[in-house]
């Protein structure tokens, strides 16, 4: 008789080395190149303004074509992922974004750069949800928030090491110089990929492919791995076809993905608002320009220390208490930061840790996410909730000028910013505790697995 061995069971068991690491690096660095690319044209835009003589009011289509680009990559390919391979579409997406950014050094007109950055927003669209999706499949339980938190922090890394390379390249070599950087970095890194990606085994699994096929994967991703010549694997989930959204609401899920919807909506609103209007609001209340703009370098620091320091908090505790009352707490030190006025230590201190909750607290979101969805929809489960979540990215903004158009005080501006907070605090700890295990994650006796 064959041996019945289930992947998720197999993966759980494995202790955290030297495959683990290599895949978060991996991912690591595309997400650090995806944060790099995404906050390429918001560093460079007064001297490209300047070369290309465009009026700065002509670059706001083009940062929202880069959105609209982004939002649709979620969409696209978190489904096509599901379907193909994570690793072929991380693989296909960091050669596009590099391609396009190399094509930005190219154009000269409004029209030209507006379709090249819709194009690069695309690419980019697949990076996060797949990476994610992929490490969450390959991480076992009691270090897969730490591990995917970590990876995850390479976002908030790239994009601040974006405003350090243009501050050194531009003086020197022009705007084009951190596109010439932003675009050939992701080629080079493709053949690393390519090597210490693997496969998703899930997929495989889904795919009814040969397990002769199956082992050869996970035992040159884990190769301290044995199996005996007529195992046989599965997943408790093994149903695929339909289209994505769709799955999404079905078998009892349709509650569950529209609350993990509104997490994402509330949690992109916001932090859009502050990355947007922090520096601008504490100015007004009162503090220099210069001091202002440490507030903004503060509240991202504390995000990249957050996200490993949530992660591991996550996998210690779990997702709803963590998250539930890191978000909660938040909204809390918002408040805080509003009736700080211009005392710097106080209000220093609580944009630091609103940094740190706030940005590794998403950060964890997105893995409790994609640990709600069996293997099967995982990629498209993330693209989708990203995807609708940039609509809170488009309307942070919005909201924003319209709050300080209207004169409201700081302390009223954090007041509005602090409950989106407090809902998805609320919301993540409702579904942590009340919503339906899905079958692969019911506490059972595990199936025969591979020997160590």
């Known amino acids: 008789m064959a041996t019945q061995i289930n992947v998720s069971d197999l993966i759980d068991q494995q202790r955290v080395g030297k495959p683990h690491i290599i895949m978060t690096v991996c991912c690591f660095v595309l997400i650090f190149l995806d944060g790099f690319d995404t906050l390429a044209l918001g560093v460079v835009a007064p001297a490209l303004s300047k070369a290309l003589n465009i009026e700065k009011s002509a670059l706001g289509p083009i940062f929202s074509a880069g959105v609209v680009g982004l939002m649709l990559g979620h969409f696209i390919f978190g489904g096509l992922a599901d379907r193909i391979d994570r690793k072929y579409i991380l693989i296909a997406c960091t050669a596009g974004f590099g391609i396009t950014s190399l094509l930005m050094t190219t154009v000269g007109s409004t029209s030209g750069l ?12 697949a990076a996060l949800p797949n990476t994610v999706a992929l490490l969450v499949e390959y991480s076992p339980r009691h270090a897969r928030a730490t591990l995917t938190a970590t990876m995850n922090t390479g976002l908030a890394a790239g994009a601040a090491a974006g405003g350090l390379v243009a501050a050194w390249l531009v003086p020197s070599f022009g705007w084009q110089s951190v596109f010439y950087v932003g675009g050939f970095a992701p080629l080079l890194i493709l053949p690393i990929l390519m090597v210490g990606l693997p496969r998703s085994v899930s997929l495989l699994v889904l795919k009814k492919r040969p397990d002769a096929e199956i082992a050869r994967l996970l035992t040159t991703t884990f190769p301290k791995l044995r199996f005996e010549p007529h195992s046989h694997f599965r997943l408790f ?44 609001i504490v100015n007004n209340a009162g503090v220099a320009v210069s001091h ?5 370098a503060a509240f991202q620091i504390g995000g990249i220390c957050g996200g490993v320091s949530m992660g591991l908090l996550c996998d210690r505790f779990g997702f709803g208490r963590v998250l539930g009352l890191g978000f909660i707490v938040t909204g809390a030190l918002m408040l805080v930061i509003g009736w700080a006025g211009s005392s710097l230590q106080l209000m220093f201190a609580a944009v630091f840790f609103t940094g740190l909750l706030f940005i590794g607290g998403i950060v964890c979101l997105h893995v409790f996410a994609g640990s709600l969805y069996p293997p099967s929809m995982r990629s498209s489960s993330l693209g989708w909730a990203m995807g609708v979540g940039r609509f ?13 158009a209207s004169n409201l005080s700081g302390v009223a501006l954090f007041a509005f910013a602090a409950v989106p907070s407090f809902v998805t605090g609320i919301v993540i700890y409702a579904i942590s505790r009340f919503r339906r295990l899905p079958d692969y994650e019911i506490a059972r006796p595990s199936l025969a697995v591979g020997k160590v």
Do not use: N
Request: net charge negative.
């Open 392 to 404: 809170g990215s488009i309307a942070g903004p919005l909201i924003g000028g319209a709050l300080i």
């Open 292 to 296: 202002s703009a440490l507030a903004a």
């Open 114 to 125: 507006l379709v090249v950055r819709f194009l690069t927003g695309l690419g980019l669209g």
């Open 237 to 280: 989930d093994e149903t695929s076809g339909g289209l994505p959204v769709l799955k999404l609401f079905g078998d009892g899920r349709a509650l569950m993905t529209a609350l993990v919807w509104v997490c994402f909506i509330c949690t992109y609103t916001d932090l859009v608002f502050l990355q947007s209007w922090l520096v601008i």
